[in-house]
């Protein structure tokens, strides 16, 4: 191969390695240094063989003749030397070849370096984090929320650390903090699905049930089996009475094995307030399976039902009054 290929070769070798290792950034760590390393060496291989300006034997030099007595003088013999590259010289060849080992294990160790710091600065949590999870979990809030914020000053490229301080805020009600938290977490990273699902629970508990379905899509996409999320979607629904979208996700969920009485309760309630009384007994009846000690729905069921099966009902919700109170 020519030399002037082989030269541009090496370096569209460097610029595919280079876009590569963006590519697959997240893939695997050491993955990504391996390609580091081979760009860095496809550069500096560039650059050593890059074409000099050497004087020929089969044609005159354009460069201007020194007379004798000058290029006799040692000083300008070497810089003529370094004008020309050391072309031709055993001892410009081990000076590139020197220069090109060491140069590219210097910046593959510089990259690597550089990567790891990256990294650990995104991992990394202050001493202020973990003291302000103490005093939240002993109970002192303030201290807590002022060490979270210390934390945040830290490191502010840590997203555990406002998801922390948003988790605080909803716990205390105050749920536009917990929104700003949540959201800044969710832009330092963008495939956390428990950050849009934060998010959209705060907007819930303020009645904004449009932003909050918004947000639980969002934690859905990033991560379809989000139980959670997907119930709070139908709980969205649910909340403007809009009950055929609120089954569409409870169906969904109840159909991949989840059991919850309050789910089983929601849907049997949706059922028999449209008249569809088999499936809500089926629902009422999962109920009291699930929960013995709603008599409501054993109230309703002795209602729906006739006959013994309905007095089976009836009884157990006489017998759990009496006992409760007696207690």
Same mark, same amino acid.
């Given at each position: 191969?020519?030399?002037?290929?082989?030269?541009?070769?090496?370096?569209?070798?460097?610029?595919?390695?280079?876009?590569?290792?963006?590519?697959?950034?997240?893939?695997?760590?050491?993955?990504?240094?391996?390609?580091?390393?081979?760009?860095?060496?496809?550069?500096?291989?560039?650059?050593?063989?890059?074409?000099?300006?050497?004087?020929?034997?089969?044609?005159?030099?354009?460069?201007?003749?020194?007379?004798?007595?000058?290029?006799?003088?040692?000083?300008?013999?070497?810089?003529?030397?370094?004008?020309?590259?050391?072309?031709?010289?055993?001892?410009?060849?081990?000076?590139?070849?020197?220069?090109?080992?060491?140069?590219?294990?210097?910046?593959?160790?510089?990259?690597?370096?550089?990567?790891?710091?990256?990294?650990?600065?995104?991992?990394?949590?202050?001493?202020?984090?973990?003291?302000?999870?103490?005093?939240?979990?002993?109970?002192?809030?303030?201290?807590?929320?002022?060490?979270?914020?210390?934390?945040?000053?830290?490191?502010?490229?840590?997203?555990?650390?406002?998801?922390?301080?948003?988790?605080?805020?909803?716990?205390?009600?105050?749920?536009?903090?917990?929104?700003?938290?949540?959201?800044?977490?969710?832009?330092?990273?963008?495939?956390?699905?428990?950050?849009?699902?934060?998010?959209?629970?705060?907007?819930?508990?303020?009645?904004?049930?449009?932003?909050?379905?918004?947000? @639980?899509?969002? *934690?859905?996409?990033?991560?379809?089996?989000?139980?959670? =999320?997907? +119930? &709070?979607? %139908? $709980?969205?629904?649910?909340?403007?009475?809009?009950?055929?979208?609120?089954?569409?996700?409870?169906?969904?969920?109840?159909?991949?094995?989840?059991?919850?009485?309050?789910?089983?309760?929601?849907?049997?309630?949706?059922?028999?307030?449209?008249?569809?009384?088999?499936?809500?007994?089926?629902?009422?009846?999962?109920?009291? @399976?699930?929960? *013995?000690?709603?008599?409501?729905?054993?109230?309703?069921? =002795?209602? +729906? &039902?006739? %006959? $013994?099966?309905?007095?089976?009902?009836?009884?157990?919700?006489?017998?759990?009054?009496?006992?409760?109170?007696?207690?």
């Amino acid at each position: 191969m020519p030399s002037n290929q082989r030269h541009q070769l090496w370096l569209w070798a460097g610029i595919v390695m280079t876009f590569a290792m963006a590519l697959l950034w997240a893939l695997d760590e050491s993955l990504r240094y391996l390609l580091a390393g081979i760009s860095v060496f496809c550069f500096f291989k560039y650059y050593h063989e890059a074409p000099r300006d050497t004087v020929s034997n089969d044609r005159p030099s354009s460069r201007p003749q020194r007379d004798s007595a000058t290029v006799s003088q040692p000083l300008d013999k070497a810089l003529e030397e370094i004008q020309r590259g050391f072309s031709g010289t055993t001892t410009s060849q081990w000076m590139r070849g020197i220069f090109l080992v060491f140069g590219t294990v210097f910046f593959f160790i510089v990259i690597v370096v550089v990567i790891i710091l990256f990294n650990m600065d995104d991992e990394y949590l202050p001493d202020a984090y973990y003291q302000a999870e103490q005093f939240n979990a002993d109970g002192n809030y303030d201290s807590a929320l002022y060490y979270y914020r210390i934390a945040a000053r830290d490191n502010p490229y840590n997203p555990d650390i406002y998801m922390a301080r948003g988790s605080l805020f909803l716990n205390l009600g105050k749920y536009d903090s917990a929104v700003t938290q949540f959201t800044r977490a969710a832009e330092l990273n963008d495939e956390d699905a428990e950050a849009y699902f934060n998010k959209g629970y705060a907007y819930y508990l303020q009645g904004r049930y449009r932003e909050a379905i918004r947000e @639980e899509n969002e *934690a859905v996409f990033r991560q379809p089996d989000h139980i959670n =999320a997907r +119930l &709070l979607i %139908g $709980d969205s629904y649910y909340s403007q009475q809009q009950y055929d979208s609120a089954m569409v996700w409870y169906r969904d969920v109840y159909d991949e094995g989840y059991r919850n009485s309050v789910l089983s309760h929601i849907m049997a309630y949706i059922m028999d307030t449209q008249g569809k009384t088999d499936q809500a007994i089926k629902h009422y009846k999962e109920v009291v @399976e699930l929960d *013995a000690t709603n008599v409501e729905v054993m109230d309703r069921l =002795a209602e +729906l &039902l006739s %006959g $013994d099966e309905g007095n089976v009902y009836r009884n157990k919700a006489a017998q759990f009054r009496q006992q409760n109170g007696s207690q």
